[in-house]
C-alpha cells in the first residue's frame, strides 16, 4: 500500500525541468546546485552548494538542519558573492527549502 506524504510539503515547487536552458547547458555563471552531507549518526550537516559552471564549491556547516537554520546559514554565506554569481539555486526536494522565497529575499 502506497501513501503520499503530507508533512512539510514545498508549495509552488519549481520542477529541476522548468529552469532555462542556459542554466541546464551550464552557458553562464551565477548558477548552483545544493545539497546536505549528513554526517554519523545525523549529529553533523554541511550544505553544499556547487556552481555549475565554475565548479566552485561553497560549503556551509550548520548546526541543524530546520528550514530557518539552513535558510540564514546559507544567506549569510552567498551574500558575500558577487550578485552575477547569485543568479540561481537548485536544491534537493527537502522540506529544509520550503522557505525558499524567504531565502530569495534575503539573498537579492
Known amino acids: 500500500m502506497f501513501t503520499t506524504e503530507k508533512r512539510g510539503t514545498i508549495l509552488d515547487m519549481t520542477c529541476i525541468h522548468e529552469r532555462p536552458v542556459e542554466v541546464g547547458d551550464r552557458i553562464i555563471s551565477g548558477d548552483w546546485e545544493g545539497d546536505f552531507i549528513v554526517g554519523k549518526g545525523h549529529k553533523s550537516v554541511i550544505g553544499s552548494d556547487v556552481e555549475r559552471s565554475t565548479r566552485t564549491f ?5 548546526k541543524q538542519k530546520d528550514v530557518t537554520s539552513v535558510i540564514k546559514a546559507f544567506a549569510r554565506a552567498m551574500k558575500f558573492l558577487p550578485i552575477q554569481m547569485r543568479q540561481s539555486l537548485t536544491y534537493e526536494r527537502g522540506k529544509e527549502m520550503t522557505k525558499r522565497k524567504l531565502f530569495t529575499k534575503k539573498t537579492g
Open 58 to 62: 561553497l560549503y556551509v556547516a550548520l
